[in-house]
Structure formats: structure tokens, C-alpha cells
């Protein structure tokens, strides 16, 4: 099997980031008339740093391009010059590009872990541990951005220190995603099922739609996060278009939930299941979804029968 050329990694990384840049774009705009027709505190808060990943995602992948005319174009002026401009990590257009990607997964990481803060009621102890690793990966993302600018191909000690550090950040991001995905889904699933369990009869979940969301939002962070490590660790050229996926995808995953909530597929099944498990006390069991598009004041879950029950609350996602 060919190795993958630097040159040909480069390549193939622009055409992935320009696809889901494709998708960044039709997200963000989805974003703007979700955000925009709800018209609360915190939703100009989401459209804020949703508009800021928007900006880092549209100078990445102008960074990229822009790399392109010179590696391709300029370079070709010399001979091999393409194969050795790639192979330069301390071109200004590369840092660039590094420097967006890696502020952009601080964004999308710290939006992550304020909604686990909403969606636990608030308690900054469960939260302190995904801060300070998220804290941790800015901390080492910068520090791999600034060692690269300095970096000397001729010194392997350099290189080595460079590579670590890299793979700390990366690891501290992929810690992050599984975590705190993890504690938002399980945190949802318990107080739906306590809510449910009020009821005789055995019904499907109606808020799997919503673990569901959370999940598979922010598993396609966490896949490509994987991958990108694995072929990091081999050294081998594949993990740079994965890095260059990620820049995009950092932006893609904040958005997906805001528009899935906001077109509603949170709500699938709702009436159906609510209006069937209150018949055994001769009226309906009151189930309503005050949902929020950033699921952070969303799926306020409240079971109340008519002898006046209990109440059980999920405040956002």
C-alpha cells in the first residue's frame, strides 16, 4: 500500500474540510433563524459563540486554501518545492489553521460542559473536574501552537517535545466529549425514567429522542477525535486530514443540537406516550417540554398525576 505523501494528506485534508464546511454553513444560518425567532438571554448567548465558530471555520478553511495556491502554485517554482513545503509546520498559513481549529474545540468543549452544569441543576462540584480538563487542553493546545512556530525539523528532540504535546491536547479534548456526553445522556435517561416509573404500564422512553441527540452529536466529535489519535500515534500523515476535518466539525456539533431541538425532533412521541400512561388515573398524566433550542433551559420534564404527584425537572441539556 502507497504511503501518504504530506502533499497528498494536505490535499485530501482541504477536500474534507471544504464538504463539511458545506454543512457548517447551512447549520450556522439554521442556527440564525432558530436563535434569532426564540428571542431569550440565552440564545443570543448560543448565536454569539455559534457565530464565532462560524468566523474561526470560515478562516480555517481560508487558511487552507490559501495554503493551497502557495504549496501547489508558488512551490512548484523549485523542484520538490511542493513536497518540502508541506513538509514545513512553521508556515504561517499552518499555524493559522492550528490556532482555529484548536479555539474553536475550546468553544465547543466549554458549551459542552455548560450545559452538563444547567442539565445537573447547577452543581459546580461535578463540573469542576471537565473544567479544569478542558482548561488543561487550551492550556496545552496554545502551548503546541507556540512550540510549532519554533519548530526545527533538523531537531529531534524538538520534534518529539512537539508531537507530545500534541497528543496531550487531543487526548484532554477526546476525555472531554466522552465524559461530559456521557453525564448529560445518563442524567436525562434517570430523571425521564423516574418520571415514568410513576406509571403501571411499560412504555418506551419518549426522551430517548433527546439522549439520542446528545449522543450522536457529539460521538461524530469524539469518532473523528479517536481516529485522528490513532493515526497521530503512528505517525502517520492520515491524522492530518483528520486534523483538518476537525476544524469544521468542532463547529458542526454545537450547531447540530440547537437545530435539532429547534425543529423539534425532540418532541417525537410525546403526546402519544403522555396521553396513554395517564389513563390508569382516569385522566391524562401531564407531560409538557418547555424545550429550548441550546437544551439549557429545555426539556423541563414535569409528571404530575391528578392527585397532585410529585414533580421531576430536567433543566436543559
Not at 448560543?46 to 474561526?56: D, H, K, P, R
Not at 495556491?69 to 518540502?84: A, C, K, L, R
Not at 491536547?169 to 430523571?191: E, G, K, M
Amino acid at each position: 500500500m502507497k504511503v501518504l505523501t504530506p502533499d497528498l494528506a494536505a490535499l485530501v485534508g482541504l477536500w474534507c474540510t471544504t464538504v463539511f464546511y458545506g454543512v457548517n454553513l447551512v447549520l450556522y444560518f439554521c442556527c440564525l433563524h432558530v436563535l434569532i425567532r426564540r428571542r431569550t438571554s440565552t440564545s443570543w448567548v448560543l448565536l454569539g459563540a455559534a457565530t464565532v465558530q462560524f468566523v474561526l471555520s470560515t478562516v480555517h478553511i481560508a487558511a487552507g486554501l490559501r495554503s493551497m495556491i502557495e504549496g501547489f502554485i508558488w512551490s512548484n517554482q523549485v523542484p520538490e518545492g511542493s513536497y518540502y513545503y508541506w513538509e514545513d509546520m512553521t508556515r504561517p498559513v499552518y499555524i493559522l489553521q492550528e490556532a482555529t481549529t484548536v479555539t474553536n474545540c475550546l468553544i465547543g468543549d466549554s458549551i459542552l460542559v455548560w450545559r452538563l452544569y444547567v442539565i445537573w441543576d447547577k452543581r459546580i462540584l461535578l463540573c469542576l473536574f471537565p473544567v479544569s480538563v478542558v482548561l488543561a487542553f487550551g492550556v496545552c493546545g496554545y502551548i503546541s501552537v507556540y512550540r510549532i512556530s519554533h519548530l526545527s525539523l533538523s531537531d529531534v528532540h524538538m520534534v518529539d517535545d512537539v508531537l507530545n504535546w500534541l497528543q496531550a491536547t487531543w487526548s484532554l479534548s477526546l476525555v472531554t466529549q466522552i465524559l461530559v456526553t456521557t453525564l448529560i445522556a445518563t442524567r436525562i435517561w434517570w430523571l425521564s425514567r423516574r418520571a415514568l416509573t410513576r406509571t403501571s404500564r411499560k412504555q418506551s422512553n419518549p426522551y430517548m429522542t433527546v439522549i439520542w441527540t446528545v449522543v450522536e452529536s457529539g460521538g461524530v466529535y469524539a469518532f473523528t477525535a479517536a481516529l485522528m489519535l490513532a493515526f497521530f500515534t503512528q505517525r502517520s500523515h492520515v491524522s492530518t486530514v483528520m486534523g483538518d476535518a476537525l476544524g469544521q466539525i468542532s463547529a458542526i456539533v454545537p450547531s447540530l443540537i440547537i437545530v435539532r431541538a429547534g425543529l423539534g425532533y425532540s418532541q417525537t412521541g410525546l403526546s402519544r406516550d403522555s396521553s396513554s400512561a395517564g389513563s390508569r388515573y382516569g385522566g391524562p398524566l401531564h407531560i409538557t417540554v418547555d424545550q429550548s433550542v441550546s437544551y439549557d433551559q429545555g426539556y423541563k420534564l414535569e409528571g404530575r398525576d391528578e392527585y397532585g404527584g410529585n414533580r421531576h425537572s430536567t433543566n436543559g441539556v
